[in-house]
């Protein structure tokens, strides 16, 4: 299954996407990480609906990724302390969900 990494997010695709497919998922992705709306229209029989889903499942797998990795993090004794590991794959994270247009 190809996967394509959009604005931080890895999506998992079924099939070879084509460019307006990505465009239409990096729209949604910002929508979600930037917490907006948006309208997007795209003709009949373009993949709206696998786009849509691929994409919101993708950034919702991050989201769970990120609420899982602080909870580890934050019961880590303070005796331990917080590696440097865990803080740039928490702010990998972060990005991620986030607004991120560098990654």
């Known amino acids: 299954m190809p996967e394509y990494e959009i604005r931080?997010?890895?999506?998992?695709?079924?099939y070879v996407a084509y460019?307006?497919?990505?465009?239409f998922m990096e729209t949604v992705i910002a929508s979600l990480q930037d917490s907006q709306n948006s309208m997007v229209e795209s003709p009949t029989g373009t993949g709206?609906?696998?786009?849509?889903?691929?994409?919101v499942l993708a950034w919702r797998e991050c989201l769970i990724a990120r609420k899982?990795?602080?909870g580890l993090i934050r019961n880590t004794p303070n005796s331990i302390g917080k590696s440097t590991f865990q803080?740039?794959?928490?702010?990998?994270?972060d990005s991620a969900v986030t607004n991120n247009t560098n990654e």
């Open 8 to 14: 931080g997010i890895t999506v998992r695709f079924p």
């Open 87 to 93: 803080n740039n794959l928490l702010k990998k994270l």
């Open 68 to 70: 899982q990795m602080y």
């Open 48 to 55: 709206k609906t696998l786009c849509l889903l691929c994409a």
């Open 19 to 23: 460019e307006p497919q990505l465009k």
